[in-house]
């Protein structure tokens, strides 16, 4: 992102391809890749990848009223201005277009999956773990859940996350 704000978009597009690839379930990783290929002009590449940040979490208002619906208008754009001069070029012969390749994101198997991790991710998120450092240096790890809280005697032990 800071590389986008500096306009190094080749390097933007490198560093957010490293971070997909480093954890593909990263929905802002996706997000990210795709504002930076559309910084480089890649439409198409950004529809695919705001898609599929969409589809790990589907619930992010920003990448659906901010991101994809941006990037669409943009190849509306394009498609229009690609008309418009070949129309100028060809006059009157007809122009073939580029279109997007229909990714069947809504079949059964996929929303089934996405259910899943979206619930797998859920239940992580509410367990809490501690690691406790007693005075004698002994470690534990403890996992608290919110309606069963495991606090410890704080003059014994030091608490991080």
Known sequence: QVLMSLHEMFPAVHAAEMAVQRNPRSWDAWQTLGRAQLGLGEIALAIRSFQVSLHIFPMNPEVWKEDLSWARKLQDQQKATKTESGQT?????????????????????IVAVCAAIAEKEKAL???????????????????EQDNCPATPDETLFIRAR
């Open 89 to 109: 070029l060809a006059k009157g012969k007809e122009l073939v277009q580029e279109s997007i390749p229909d990714y069947d994101f809504e079949s059964d198997e």
């Open 125 to 143: 998120s509410a367990a809490k773990t501690m690691v406790i450092v007693s005075a004698s240096g002994t470690v534990e790890t403890v996992t």
